[in-house]
């Protein structure tokens, strides 16, 4: 066989393939999100996991870090958008037994070699992290504590999600005023379903 006839075999072998593998993939993530769900601990409703995949998908994200992963039910939805955009995600947790659940759970979605779970405090772990990110979401509450220790690691142009902003108003709120104190955050709160999402986007500082 010629190496132009092979090619092009190779070619329309991918055109035809490719689109199936993603649609079974998508598929088997679907399944695996529904048994992660139904043996969780306080994961957000499935709306709520498919805005964060919109978030990923609309921001282009890249790097993405996760503050509070439970069993990995959210990381789940993360990783659904990262496959698109190409990008990864860190995601912390304290509990040691729910940390290695979502360890598992992002290997039996075969979203592992996306996924870099951590186990520990995010207080202790997100000062060791290295660079910035596009995009945080917190989910473990006493967000104005987590939103000081994790604001210099979002990139200017980047954007912060918290999790309950209407179940943990009060707590949500001490983080929006810490974002306007600081000046460089426009914010605003999503409600989608009973709850929603506090919304920061650092912006940057040349578009001020
Ligand atoms: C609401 S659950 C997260 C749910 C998860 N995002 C999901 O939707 O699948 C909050 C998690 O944050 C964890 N957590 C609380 N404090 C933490 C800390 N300081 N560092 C890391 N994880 C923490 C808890 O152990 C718990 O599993």
Redesign the pocket.
Known sequence: MSRALWLALVLVLTLVLAPQVLAQEAKDLDKILEEVRAH?????PVEHGRFLQLMVELSDAKRVL?????????GLWIARGLRRTGGKLVT????KD?AATARANFKKAGVDDLVTPHHG???QVVPKLEGQFDLIFL??GSFKAFFDAVAPKLRPGGVLLSHNALLLKDDTQKMLDAAKADGRFLTSVVQIGSDGFAVLHKRRPELK
């Open positions: 969780g601990y306080l994961n957000v996760e503050v509070g992963t439970s069993t990995g039910y959210s912390i947790e304290i509990d729910r405090d995010a207080f989910d473990a």
